[in-house]
């Protein structure tokens, strides 16, 4: 493996709190508090668009999503922290020579600023957002057009996420997949190559791996 593939929220951070925050602050601002649901951690993934869509159903407007990032740009980083165990993790891929990129549905730029203020964004050496390329994922391009950009190859590359989004889109794309299970998804359907109980996990894939990680 010389490429790792990060999905962000679930995988390398946990941003369920703020993206909760973000979100009441939208539905009051648009007088839709009565929306809120119990737990929002089912809802992320996919981006702000796909959040607001589940969240809203036939309310939904494409006004509200500039207005949610809005919120979101002003206070990218409150109770956002990484999991236990990733600067670590990351630390080690670097020291063994890998490269490690972001591949998100989160625009770019606040991925940027949240990685940033969490001193993580030094260990990569691409983040590709939600809107850095014509499509996200589930597409492949992202990863395809971000390996391309690393001058490296599908067959040395592994993508990390907790979503199907992030199966799906490596799957399409040729890559290996790593599911992260202590990210946000309850998708037992989630076929991968690997299965990852704790972040720790992921340096077991230096060498390829094996089935049994988990």
Not at 10 to 38: C, F, H, N, V
Not at 82 to 101: S, T
Request: charged fraction near 30%; glycine fraction near 8%; aromatic fraction near 10%.
């Amino acid at each position: 493996m010389k490429v790792f593939l990060f999905d962000l929220d679930g995988t390398l951070i946990d941003s369920a709190e703020d993206i909760a925050l973000i979100l009441r602050t939208t539905l009051e601002r648009i007088g839709k508090t009565y929306k809120m649901p119990q737990s929002i951690k089912n809802f992320i993934g996919g981006g702000v668009k796909a959040l607001l869509e589940r969240v809203l159903k036939e309310e939904f407007k494409e006004e509200y999503v500039e207005l949610f990032r809005k919120y979101y740009r002003e206070n990218p980083v409150i109770k956002t922290k990484p999991y236990k165990g990733i600067p670590d993790v990351l630390f080690n891929l670097k020291q063994e020579g890998k490269k490690l990129a972001v591949i998100t549905n989160k625009p770019e730029d606040i991925s940027r600023e949240i990685l940033k203020r969490l001193n993580l964004l030094e260990f990569f050496d691409f983040i590709a957002g939600g809107d850095t390329f014509p499509e996200k994922k589930p597409s492949p391009m992202p990863l395809v057009r971000s390996l391309q950009i690393l001058g490296e190859n599908v067959e040395g590359a592994i993508m990390i996420g907790d979503t199907s989004a992030d199966i799906t889109a490596a799957v399409c794309a040729g890559i290996k997949t790593a599911f992260a299970e202590w990210g946000y998804s309850e998708d037992v359907k989630i076929k991968a190559d690997f299965y990852l109980k704790k972040p720790e996990d992921i340096l077991g894939l230096i060498s390829g791996g094996n089935k049994d990680v988990s």
